[in-house]
């Protein structure tokens, strides 16, 4: 039969199989629907087809909707025309699943009458964290299968669940032992000897059990718990209760209108901005393609504690040979026994086989001779933040490894050209900056000093893709993009304690806006030691303010480093993470705002983000003005993947523009009026934005002409 570019119809006698091949992962985009519908035609004009298969080839079955398509006119409509039209087909439809099949992929398969897949194949309903719910009829047909009940867990958790589970749930058929086509076309076969015909899904009735008042109010505390400042979730809870109350075709009608709502909240719009920001990072302007990557095929870590073994772990995982050095037996022993620890959590939690464990473990080897590097393709530094020091280990670096290795420093905050310095080699310097804990945070700073070559820099972004994490590249400053941003809003976090505000009203206030952790028990976390050495060691970098961090610093003196010795801006028991207020921290704090005369002042939770949130979003243009980073877009990818910025608000540039370039510009003025202009400077690129009454894109997009 015939065929177009991405969807074949083939025969098999009795059979009629519709073969999808749109790689790399089979999303359903224009040509595809198109595809389908003509086969869809030839279908039904066929008098001796008496089952028809639709598949995939490649490594997955449909991955999903192009949510590139989302900011163009809706295609929902289009969707349900399409699926309802193999849905009404009077001979039986079976879809045959294999690979990762997600959203408008699943809800394809929902629309067939029978459903087999491969094992370990997984199916996910992932649309609420991208600020939408599912829009192909899913809301609508999943609930008949599986109950209104188990189809809300998997909309609103977007948890993946596996073939088995999809079979105990319902909405698999069969689970395909052996090669998937063959299984599927003897499934179809076995349907059509047996004389079943089509069940189609739409006529089903919604299990009365799984639909009662007290399973959607228990989903709707669940979605507010899950998914606070949002929407979506309360939305698609709606949608599902109406599969319950409406005809299936008016069901689907209702989904329609709901998740083109949806498409236009704040919510969606920002979380599908950092869904495809995320993905240009990767682009770098001025980088031609001719640049091609040095080949890494080992790595050496130097610094065995908790961020080398991270960063030893992320290499072992990619399958890359690493090295991980130390100055001592003693430091080696325990950065292993570390690396071992979080390999059998895993094991534990079920994320990996034992076999896979004693795999990647085999893959670390460990050395405290630089002597054992000399072959590795890149050394990664991770010592302590020490200037001298880290000279001195690239100096050692420059004298063993081997020409063209790359030497990475992850360094947060400390002059990357003063380290290249201490090389004959700057142009194979580059930052590499990982995020604790280093094997599970997904962003990598790419920091380039002005001596780092084209060819070091792509090497590096091409390492983060097996690496599994989001390359951003950034020029040298104090703290690159995110710590720099950070800076500001931490600043304010500290005065405010300062000025009487309790930790618990600062922190609790950052986290109901949105952010994952509030900053004082973000230090108390990582140590509030780490960020008085960092002060300390670019005390030169900071303004002239006798309260700066000072919150910081009287804890430290009065031996409270935080989560690690059980007390810092809270107090916390042996083994548990929870925040216990202390009153003992709060008069620390108290005690030094005396001394340093910090007037006293009452503070409400809008004041409170604010004073934080306006700072971070001033120096991000400050950042994008002196083109520290490449675009603002990279900026909000820093702040979402490393700091625990929410995604539903875009990130810091993207929620700039959402209150309004005007309204932070009239913000950081009211602050200056308050506090003076020692903190509240603001960035020239801010009143230049808001004076010429242009969007970052527009300027961005002129920016690009002049170049």
């Known amino acids: 039969m015939s065929s177009s570019n991405v969807v074949r119809l083939q025969r098999d006698g009795e059979l009629a199989l519709v073969i999808v091949h749109n790689p790399p992962v089979n999303t359903i985009t224009a040509a595809v629907r198109s595809g389908l519908r003509e086969a869809l035609v030839q279908i039904q004009a066929s008098r001796d087809v008496r089952g028809v298969l639709l598949l995939c080839e490649g490594s997955t079955f449909f991955s999903g909707a192009d949510i590139g398509e989302f900011s163009g006119p809706p295609k929902e409509e289009e969707y349900r025309a399409l699926f309802n039209g193999y849905e009404a087909l009077s001979i039986p439809v079976v879809a045959a699943m294999h690979g990762t099949v997600m959203g408008g992929g699943l809800e394809v398969a929902l629309a067939c009458h029978y459903r087999v897949a491969a094992a370990g194949t997984r199916f996910a309903m992932p649309e609420v964290t991208l600020g939408i719910i599912p829009g192909a009829g899913g809301t609508q047909r999943m609930p008949r299968l599986i109950g209104a009940d188990q189809a809300l867990e998997m909309i609103i958790t977007a948890r993946p669940v596996d073939a088995a589970k999809g079979h105990e749930l319902g909405f698999v058929d069969e689970i395909i032992e052996g090669e998937l086509r063959s299984g599927a076309m003897a499934y179809l076969r076995s349907l059509i000897a047996s004389g079943i015909g089509p069940r189609r899904t739409g006529e089903m009735p919604v299990p009365a059990a799984s639909a009662t008042a007290e399973v959607f109010e228990r989903r709707r505390q669940q979605a507010r718990k899950l998914y606070p400042n949002r929407n979506a979730a309360l939305v698609a809870i709606d949608v599902v209760q109406a599969a319950t109350q409406l005809s299936f075709q008016k069901g689907l009608e209702y989904e329609t209108q709901r998740v083109n709502e949806c498409k236009e909240s704040v919510e969606s719009k920002g979380a599908v901005h950092v869904f495809f920001a995320e993905r240009e990072t990767r682009r770098i302007p001025g980088l031609p393609d001719s640049v091609k990557a040095r080949p890494i095929k080992s790595a050496g870590v130097i610094g065995a504690g908790t961020m080398g073994g991270g960063i030893a772990i992320c290499f072992a995982n990619a399958g890359i040979e690493v090295t991980l050095l130390d100055a001592d037996e003693q430091g080696l022993s325990r950065g292993l026994a570390n690396v071992e620890k979080t390999y059998q959590s895993m094991v534990e939690r079920g994320r990996l086989s034992a076999g896979d464990k004693a795999k990647r473990m085999a893959s670390i080897s460990t050395s405290l001779s630089y002597e054992s590097l000399t072959e590795a393709d890149v050394i990664i530094e991770a010592v302590t933040e020490n200037m001298n020091l880290k000279r001195k280990v690239f100096s050692d670096l420059d004298r063993v490894a081997k020409p063209g290795a790359v030497l990475a420093t992850n360094t947060s905050t400390l002059d990357i050209e003063q380290i290249a310095a201490a090389t004959k080699r700057p142009q194979d310097v580059i930052g590499m900056h990982f995020f604790s804990p280093a094997n599970v945070m997904p962003l990598l700073e790419v920091v380039r000093t002005t001596q780092t070559s084209q060819e070091t820099i792509r090497t590096v972004m091409d390492l983060a893709k097996p690496l599994r994490k989001t390359p951003v590249l950034a020029k040298v400053c104090y703290g690159f993009i995110g710590n720099r941003m950070m800076e500001g809003y931490a600043r304010e976090a500290e005065r405010m304690v300062l000025e009487g505000a309790t930790p618990r009203m600062v922190d609790s206030a950052l986290e109901e806006w949105g952010m994952a952790m509030g900053i004082l028990a973000v230090f108390d976390m990582a140590g509030i030691d780490v960020g008085v050495n960092v002060h300390k060691a670019n005390a030169s970098q900071f303004p002239p303010d006798p309260a700066y961090y000072q919150a910081d ?155």
């Open 553 to 707: 610093f009287a804890l430290y003196e009065a031996g409270r480093l935080g989560q690690k010795n059980g007390k810092g801006y809270y107090r916390y028991e042996p083994g548990n993470r929870a925040r216990f207020d202390d009153p003992e921290a709060i008069g620390i704090i108290a005690a030094r705002a005396w001394q340093l005369k910090v007037p006293q002042r009452q503070h409400t939770p809008q004041e409170i983000t604010e004073r934080c949130l306006y700072p971070l979003l001033n120096e991000g243009l400050r950042i994008l003005g002196e083109g520290v980073a490449l675009r603002a877009a990279d900026i909000d990818v820093v702040w979402t993947s490393g700091y625990g910025f929410p995604r539903y608000r875009g990130g810091p540039m993207f929620y700039a523009e959402t209150i309004g370039l005007d309204v932070l510009l009239a913000g950081m003025r009211k602050y200056q009026d308050i506090f003076g202009p020692m903190h509240w400077q603001p960035a020239p690129l801010l009143v230049e934005l808001v004076e010429r009454g242009l969007t970052i894109a527009q300027w961005e997009t002129r920016q690009r002409g002049a170049a």
